[in-house]
């Protein structure tokens, strides 16, 4: 099984991916807020996935992220919000890439163990990602970087969850807490906005 906190401090390398600079921090926050939103009430659709690749995208994200003591990647939907986020935030190259990436896994998990991924035993699985995730045969430097692209898609579905950002993660509304009235002398200076030029 991958250790959950190796994984995080791995994505250090994920950080500065093409894939992050093609959405604002804004807009990937609304598209987020948005999934999050619709998953309230509606039954969700798949946009650019089928069914087979979303449910190998959940299997992957259950060995990204794995449930502890909190719910992992896959319990928080996040093969979902990755399908929603790649159709409204990211270019066709990309979704392409992802598609080609989940199909390229099946393909070495059929020609290696003679099944699909998700019939994969979980050491199977397990071997395949790692070797994925180093770009070792019988996968390529490209297959690789594609793969540590969608690492930082499951990471950012996870922890803009609730049960991530909540759970996972320290979560405070108003950090430092709210104080309703602090003498003047305390603080210093009161809070301005920034200036209009």
């Known amino acids: 099984m991958i250790n959950r906190r190796k994984f995080i401090q791995g994505l250090a390398t994920v950080g500065g991916t093409s894939l992050a600079l093609t959405c604002t921090e804004q807009q990937a926050l609304a598209a987020a807020d948005n999934f999050f939103k619709s998953r309230r009430t509606d039954a969700y659709r798949a946009r650019l996935f089928s069914i087979e690749q979303l449910t190998t995208l959940h299997k992957i994200c259950s060995y990204l992220i794995p449930a502890t003591d909190t719910p992992g990647a896959a319990e928080t939907e996040c093969h979902l ?11 066709e190259q990309t979704q392409l890439k992802t598609k080609k990436l989940l199909h390229e896994l099946d393909e070495r998990a059929t020609t290696r163990y003679g099944h699909p991924f998700i019939h994969l035993a979980p050491e199977q699985s397990v071997a395949l990602l790692e070797s994925l995730d180093t770009g070792i045969a019988p996968f390529n430097p490209d297959l690789q970087q594609d793969f540590r692209n969608l690492k930082f898609l499951v990471c950012l579905g996870y922890y803009t969850s609730f049960t991530g950002a909540t759970r996972e993660l320290a979560y405070q509304a108003i950090p430092r807490g709210f104080k309703s009235s602090v003498p003047l002398d305390q603080t210093g200076k009161a809070w301005g906005s920034l200036p209009r030029i």
């Open 81 to 91: 919000f990755i399908d929603h986020y790649l159709t409204d935030c990211i270019e």
